[in-house]
């Protein structure tokens, strides 16, 4: 079974690279072309000329882009090449019923549909450890496991198409509270005149201690702020979070600040740093 990769991106890269390794990877393509043939020289491997080419030379697509109307822009020019059988599985990170409305394109096609939305950053990407979540058929989703190894440590199903993309925001509601807790808390370590470095160490070893901090926090009291997840990206699915939230009628209060704060970042022209950067909003 090959699979195509649409979408090289700093998420997409690292899976398509591991992918690759793994003798797996058919093709790829991305929208700008010119990241696709870097891919390309650096693995050999066939830049499709199209999305619906990619899909006619794959059994399974899979996707990761930025936004909903990319999603839907990509399954549209998927449509020429796929096939019955075939298996569209997307890994961006879109509203749960952008998910469903792919699917029900696909499905008039006789083609499966799972949305499988990753978690672990551009350094899970690149490990192989990457954790993810998938709503769709439970049946298609053990027919690819084989595809999955490569590029995950953990695969949950969640349910059907859409559950994926409800898991996924939880979590991002969970990073955007311990990116507000861990920046606002250095920010008092620093007024406080205590030592950055060692107090983050110190932390990290007890009950306060987080793959945020242990992956950002050096760097975020050192002001480089090089992305991993960008502002943007996430302030993209924090939009989504909310309008569930308000939709589920729970508080959003810290949801709200952490929009405010990566608005203010962006207003600044940050939006292309990594989310640690809200540390910025928290000096005096």
Same mark, same amino acid.
């Given at each position: 079974?090959?699979?195509?990769?649409?979408?090289?991106?700093?998420?997409?890269?690292?899976?398509?690279?591991?992918?690759?390794?793994?003798?797996?990877?058919?093709?790829?393509?991305?929208? @700008?072309?010119?990241?696709?043939?870097?891919?390309?020289?650096?693995?050999?491997?066939?830049?499709?000329?199209?999305?619906? @080419?990619?899909?006619?030379?794959?059994?399974?697509?899979?996707?990761?882009?930025?936004?909903?109307?990319?999603?839907?822009?990509?399954?549209?020019?998927?449509?020429?090449?796929?096939?019955?059988?075939?298996?569209?599985?997307?890994?961006?990170?879109?509203?749960?019923?952008?998910?469903?409305?792919?699917?029900?394109?696909?499905?008039?096609?006789?083609?499966?549909?799972?949305?499988?939305?990753?978690?672990?950053?551009?350094?899970?990407?690149?490990?192989?450890?990457?954790?993810?979540?998938?709503?769709?058929?439970?049946?298609?989703?053990?027919?690819?496991?084989?595809?999955?190894?490569?590029?995950?440590?953990?695969?949950?199903?969640?349910?059907?198409?859409?559950?994926?993309?409800?898991?996924?925001?939880?979590?991002?509601?969970?990073?955007?509270?311990?990116?507000?807790?861990?920046?606002?808390?250095?920010?008092?370590?620093?007024?406080?005149?205590?030592?950055?470095?060692?107090?983050?160490?110190?932390?990290?070893?007890?009950?306060?201690?987080?793959?945020?901090?242990?992956?950002?926090?050096?760097?975020?009291?050192?002001?480089?702020?090089?992305?991993?997840?960008?502002?943007?990206?996430?302030?993209?699915?924090?939009?989504?979070?909310?309008?569930? @939230?308000?939709?589920?009628?729970?508080?959003?209060?810290?949801?709200?600040?952490?929009?405010?704060?990566?608005? @203010?970042?962006?207003?600044?022209?940050?939006?292309?740093?990594?989310?640690?950067?809200?540390?910025?909003?928290?000096?005096?």
């Amino acid at each position: 079974m090959k699979i195509g990769v649409i979408g090289l991106g700093a998420m997409g890269w690292g899976m398509a690279m591991n992918l690759h390794r793994a003798n797996l990877l058919e093709a790829v393509w991305n929208r @700008t072309i010119s990241r696709a043939h870097a891919f390309e020289a650096q693995s050999g491997v066939v830049v499709a000329s199209d999305p619906a @080419t990619l899909a006619a030379r794959c059994e399974v697509i899979l996707t990761c882009v930025s936004e909903d109307k990319d999603l839907f822009e990509v399954v549209d020019k998927l449509l020429a090449g796929l096939a019955p059988g075939k298996v569209v599985m997307d890994c961006s990170t879109v509203d749960p019923q952008t998910a469903v409305c792919c699917a029900e394109r696909l499905a008039n096609k006789q083609v499966a549909f799972l949305d499988a939305p990753v978690t672990g950053g551009v350094e899970g990407a690149q490990k192989g450890t990457l954790s993810m979540m998938i709503g769709g058929d439970a049946r298609v989703l053990e027919r690819i496991m084989p595809l999955l190894k490569p590029i995950t440590a953990h695969v949950t199903h969640m349910g059907p198409v859409g559950s994926g993309q409800k898991a996924k925001a939880v979590n991002q509601v969970m990073v955007a509270g311990i990116n507000q807790a861990v920046t606002q808390a250095l920010a008092l370590g620093q007024s406080l005149d205590l030592p950055l470095t060692k107090l983050i160490g110190a932390i990290a070893g007890g009950a306060a201690g987080n793959w945020f901090l242990d992956h950002r926090g050096l760097s975020m009291v050192e002001n480089q702020f090089t992305a991993g997840f960008k502002v943007a990206h996430h302030l993209k699915d924090l939009r989504i979070c909310r309008a569930l @939230t308000t939709e589920a009628g729970l508080e959003d209060t810290f949801l709200e600040a952490t929009t405010a704060g990566y608005e @203010t970042l962006i207003e600044e022209g940050f939006g292309g740093e990594d989310i640690s950067a809200l540390y910025r909003t928290k000096l005096k």
